[in-house]
């Protein structure tokens, strides 16, 4: 009688798993199909930039998944080789880190500010900042790059890193006051009876708790500047700050000659993102685990 039972539990069971397995079938569906709508673009684009120009121009990337593959590194030799490559990676790294670190910083403590610390005018400064996001960028090149220039700044480094500071705040306080406000009111209050002031509660209590949402923002802000070519040829013109993407960006003739470089010069170009996303993927459940609030 029991393994009868036993038996009906487990068939009852088996049957539970198809029909939940049915009903999710549609979503994982879709979801593939997603995946595969962008993965293999970029699965070509990183195959054919081992393939020589012959290759590329008689048959399809997809051939080259079966012998005789004849993969070369020819294409990022050549990319190497061109002038001001390197000296433009350099300059990629140099914008978008200090840029990163910027948004991040000032993004966390007004996150912070506004959700934790009272002021007078607190809530008008929010609705001001969160305002800012439905200007459209393309308004504020010209008066920017005017004040830009009349200060010397045109063409440095330092505008570029304000021009993304000053475009990125707006989203990135709104996310970060989302998250540091809904952290728990028990653990401020805790710390505030222990006399700890804003700065032990930020940096002690907020900054451990947020390290999920501050690697995600992290995450976003870097790839967005990085990313970035409207920016960067608007404040930059014909500085040689200028990044890979505008170097990228003037390796096609208007002819559409010396195609061939792009493939294995967008590989390098996102090559560094994808590490940073790797790199700090981990740091979502050790932050999770960190900011978790034990009873």
């Known amino acids: 009688m029991a393994v009868t039972t ?173 998250y540091i406000g809904s952290l728990p009111r028990e653990v401020f209050e805790s710390a505030e009876i222990d006399g700890a002031n804003h700065a032990v509660r930020f940096w002690q209590l907020v900054v451990p708790m947020s390290v999920p949402a501050i690697a995600a923002n992290t995450i976003f802000v870097f790839l967005g500047v990085w990313n970035d070519l409207l920016i960067a040829v608007t404040y930059l013109g014909q500085s040689p700050n200028r990044p890979l993407t505008v170097f990228i960006g003037q390796q096609v003739t208007s002819l559409g000659g010396n195609w061939q470089v792009l493939t294995a010069a967008a590989v390098v170009q996102m090559a560094l993102p994808l590490l940073v996303f790797l790199v700090l993927q981990r740091y979502f459940v050790r932050g999770i685990s960190a900011g978790a609030v034990k009873g």
């Open 6 to 178: 036993q038996a009906r539990r487990g068939v009852a069971a088996a049957q539970l798993g198809r029909s939940r397995l049915l009903r999710k079938l549609p979503l994982h569906l879709t979801v593939s199909v997603v995946m595969a709508i962008w993965l293999v673009p970029t699965l070509g684009l990183i195959v054919n930039s081992f393939r020589t120009v012959p290759d590329m121009n008689a048959s399809g990337w997809w051939t080259a998944l079966f012998p005789p593959a004849g993969f070369t590194l020819a294409s990022y030799e050549q990319i190497f080789r061109t002038p001001g490559f390197v000296d433009s990676l350099v300059n990629s790294l140099l914008i978008t880190i200090p840029a990163t670190v910027l948004q991040v910083v000032i993004a966390t403590f007004a996150g912070y500010a506004f959700a934790w610390m009272s002021f007078r005018g607190r809530d008008l400064f929010f609705i001001v900042i969160v305002a800012l996001m439905v200007v459209p960028v393309q308004m504020t090149f010209i008066p920017v790059l005017k004040l830009f220039a009349a200060t010397g700044l045109a063409g440095t480094f330092i505008a570029v890193w304000l021009a993304h500071a000053g475009y990125g705040l707006p989203f990135q306080t709104y996310l970060l006051r989302s």
